[in-house]
């Protein structure tokens, strides 16, 4: 390389200055005084880019010459938050740039501040993923992200009348810097058509998949820095494209109108991240979708391995297939396919590639998210497919004949098919299963549940495939970059190993005692209360109190994480002010932020119930500033980075034996919160490292409410006849928080007084007693300051970086590879 391009690509805010003024005039061709604030972030994004991909195909070669093996981590779901500032963090040119930028005249903070979210995921499944990019780099690991490059994110959600409206997400309005288009290496990918039943020249059976469409998918590449620089990895993210071919055939025909609707169907496939599956053409959108993913993805992943492999036969030894939940479970049925019709392998060879090769995270307990496809569907979708999981399902079946002969009934559980005829469903998590030579999950709660209620025949089948992975989170975007105050603080006192070795945060442990320590820690935190409290003004109008306890909930809306549980606590507190006459113990602001399914009209109403309690709340002049409600609307990375380090409580309350994990009970904890939560997810062991006496444990736990749901033991009535819960619940049957609207949530005092599927009434009065002793806590600040640095400074078991290397060593074989 020639010596002016090193020059070109140094990180001094000289050569970051020359590099921006370069792209403002040769990549948009214009001048430094007719810029908008989007055309500067483009030149910025691209300067920083430039560094991005030098070390990329450095990293590539350093790889390629190790022949290492690689990680192919294959997710639906990658909620990437912003870019810009992550990447300066980790490449260490934060103030280089800053530089850079002021010298022109430009304040970095609004450049970063303009950048939209990438809208490629919803919840904690996509964001998980984002955290293990980061770590895989981080730690130097060959591990690369395929996902797809939707063109619009789930929805912007705004709040009109008190309820959610979604908007179209259409992130990549303006395009993207960080993308690099990979047309010359574009996946063909054969759907729909039939099987025609042939044999070979030795008179063997040799089915031919004919008559199909061919999809054509893109790769973009977005690069992925470690922190430090020094391995740069991608996530490679997938676009549909119409065949040519096949549209030039009936535009040749005359029918061009034809041709024009075939090129946006098709293109479809990439344009919405989870299409409504309520119809049928949603539920086939979203099966393209899941089988355009693991196509595009295996055939890169092939065609990658042959470049420096022989054949596939090797495949494994080479390779590392991570499934994120069963999304991507057809990779099972797709790797059969190429090893067996395309590489002409034998059966039980490929088969064994197949589960040498692949592994399956599981994430969810609840039954309605282990995907089912109907066989219909399937057969029509991917006709080839269908015929490769019967003959799975014939030679299991055998094997299960063998192992418990005659037993039926364990043969339909662990069956690949449900049902009979037109209701016959394709079991997406037993294929996955099936197909994997690991299968984990994510706490280790989560992972006894798999193993006791989920699939126990499996694990009695198999129980060596069976681990626990607990989830974490990367302390660079969730403490350096989101909290730059407070790990300002933390490397002023221990140095900034903790960034990458996030344990060393237990050399904090004697400060958390420190009266100076305490008063600069509890500084920072109202610093942030303070910056999120402009946040609320401007998002909801409502004025919040930087004083006041921040008791936050923010997640995606469900009913078995139980926002609905902390809105009964509210209104028990207003209750007390207004009916009372009595002081709240602690003043309190309750932050709530989450977007609920399109489709999910249950999420929706406890959306709308909150603004309208909020509304009452808030304008009630008998409860003064003892008491606000406020709604952030439009969850995303970029907000939860804001509100996260402002949080005193963090409310992580879920049905016990429902949360996988959960992953924002780490990031609050990591940004000194403290936590109230169940024995759920990873509370159980976020409390086991924090100590029980600096988390607010209430509640049910999983065995019992098990035991309640076996016995059908479970009356609410019973606890609707507590006073205090009576008192709450009431309010939903009157029209105190609907007085322009009597009635509408009346269907909620019904759900809970005679359902109550989540255990509400059941955990109330122990949730109540929970939060007084929180109040009590939080007024002596000594102490709550001691708690909250020890939550930091406990933390370290839940950075991603323990996680990935568990994952690295123990599932995928893995190693580091080091310039």
Not at 402 to 409: E, H, V
Not at 413 to 424: A, I, N, Q
Not at 646 to 671: H, P, R
Not at 681 to 710: H, S
Request: hydrophobic fraction near 40%; aromatic fraction near 10%.
């Amino acid at each position: 390389m020639k010596k002016w391009d090193h020059q070109h690509l140094e990180n001094t805010p000289e050569a970051l200055e020359s590099a921006i003024c370069r792209h403002i005039r040769y990549q948009l061709a214009s001048r430094l005084d007719n810029l908008s604030r989007g055309d500067l972030y483009q030149a910025t994004s691209l300067a920083v880019r430039d560094r991005l991909v030098e070390r990329m195909l450095e990293t590539e070669k350093r790889y390629e010459n190790a022949q290492a093996k690689r990680l192919y981590y294959l997710s639906m779901e990658f909620l990437m938050g912003q870019f810009l500032e992550n990447n300066l963090y980790n490449l260490n040119i934060l103030e280089p740039t800053r530089l850079a930028l002021h010298n022109l005249g430009v304040d970095l903070r609004e450049i970063c501040d303009y950048e939209p979210d990438a809208a490629l995921g919803n919840g904690g499944l996509g964001r998980l993923a984002a955290c293990f990019l980061d770590s895989m780099a981080s730690l130097n690991l060959p591990g690369f992200g395929y996902g797809i490059n939707y063109e619009f994110g789930l929805f912007k959600q705004e709040i009109h009348n008190h309820c959610q409206e979604e908007k179209p997400d259409h992130w990549l309005e303006e395009g993207t810097p960080w993308e690099i288009e990979r047309r010359s290496q574009a996946c063909l990918i054969p759907v729909y058509g039939r099987v025609e039943h042939a044999a070979d020249a030795q008179g063997d059976y040799n089915p031919m998949w004919v008559n199909w469409r061919v999809l054509i998918g893109v790769p973009h590449d977005i690069p992925i820095v470690g922190y430090g620089g020094q391995s740069v990895n991608f996530l490679r993210l997938f676009s549909a494209r119409s065949s040519h071919e096949f549209d030039m055939q009936i535009f040749n025909q005359g029918d061009y109108i034809r041709a024009v609707e075939q090129k946006i169907a098709t293109e479809t496939i990439s344009k919405v991240l989870y299409p409504s599956d309520s119809i049928e053409a949603g539920k086939e959108l979203r099966l393209l979708q899941e089988y355009f993913l693991v196509a595009c993805a295996l055939q890169d992943i092939v065609n990658t391995h042959l470049k420096q492999h022989s054949d596939l036969r090797n495949l494994h030894s080479k390779a590392a297939i991570q499934l994120n939940d069963t999304h991507p479970a057809l990779a099972v049925a797709e790797l059969m396919r190429l090893l067996v019709d395309e590489q002409q392998l034998p059966w039980d060879k490929a088969w064994d590639i197949t589960r040498s090769t692949l592994a399956y995270t599981n994430h969810t307990l609840m039954p309605e998210a282990l995907e089912k496809w109907p066989v219909n569907l399937m057969a029509k979708v991917l006709p080839r497919h269908l015929q490769l999981m019967r003959e799975i399902e014939r030679r299991f079946m055998q094997q299960i004949e063998l192992q418990w002969p005659g037993d039926k009934l364990k043969a339909q559980k662990v069956s690949l098919f449900e049902g009979e005829g037109e209701y016959k469903q394709v079991r997406m998590a037993h294929l996955a299963i099936l197909g994997s030579h690991s299968v984990n999950g994510v706490s280790a709660l989560h992972t006894e549940l798999i193993k006791a209620q989920l699939v126990p025949e499996f694990y009695q089948l198999w129980p060596e495939k069976f681990n626990n992975k607990t989830n974490g989170v990367t302390p660079r975007r969730w403490l350096l970059k989101a909290n730059p105050l407070l790990s300002g603080l933390i490397s002023e006192k221990i140095g900034s190993g903790w960034i990458s070795d996030l344990d060393q945060l237990r050399q904090l442990e004697p400060l958390a005692t420190d009266s100076a320590f305490q008063s600069e820690f509890m500084r920072i935190k109202r610093a942030n209360k303070s910056r999120l409290a402009r946040v609320i003004e401007e998002t909801t109008h409502y004025l919040v109190d930087p004083d006041s306890l921040f008791d936050v909930q923010i997640k995606r809306m469900h009913e078995y994480k139980r926002q609905l549980l902390c809105l009964m606590h509210v209104v028990h507190e207003y209750l007390t002010i207004v009916e009372e006459g009595k002081e709240l113990t602690v003043p309190r602001t309750y932050i709530f932020a989450g977007k609920a399914a399109p489709g999910y009209w249950a999420a929706k109403q406890i959306i709308r119930l909150i603004n309208q309690v909020g509304a009452v709340i808030n304008t009630d002049k008998r409860v003064g500033d003892q008491l606000k409600l406020v709604f952030i609307p439009d969850y995303r990375v970029s907000l939860a980075e804001k509100i996260i380090p402002a949080a005193d409580l963090s409310e992580q309350i879920s049905t016990a034996g429902k949360e996988a994990s959960g992953t924002g009970n780490m990031k609050f904890a990591m940004n000194g919160a403290l936590t109230i939560g169940t024995l759920d997810g990873a509370n159980i062991e976020i409390g086991e490292e924090v100590g029980d006496d600096n988390i607010f444990i209430f509640g049910l736990r999983a065995e019992e409410i098990q035991a309640m749901r076996e016995k059908d033991s479970y009356d609410p009535w019973v606890y609707y006849q507590d006073p205090a819960v009576k008192r709450v619940i009431d309010t939903f049957n009157s029209t105190r928080f609907c007085a322009e609207e009597p009635g509408i949530f009346e269907w909620l005092f019904e759900s809970l007084t005679t359902q109550d599927t989540y255990f509400h009434l059941a955990d109330f009065p122990a949730y109540i007693a929970a939060q007084e002793q929180v109040g009590q806590n939080y007024l002596k600040r000594e102490d709550w300051a001691r708690k909250a640095i020890l939550n930091v400074a406990r933390i370290g078991k839940f950075s991603s970086d323990r996680t990935i290397s568990e994952y690295a060593k123990e599932i995928w074989q893995i190693s580091p590879v080091l310039a």
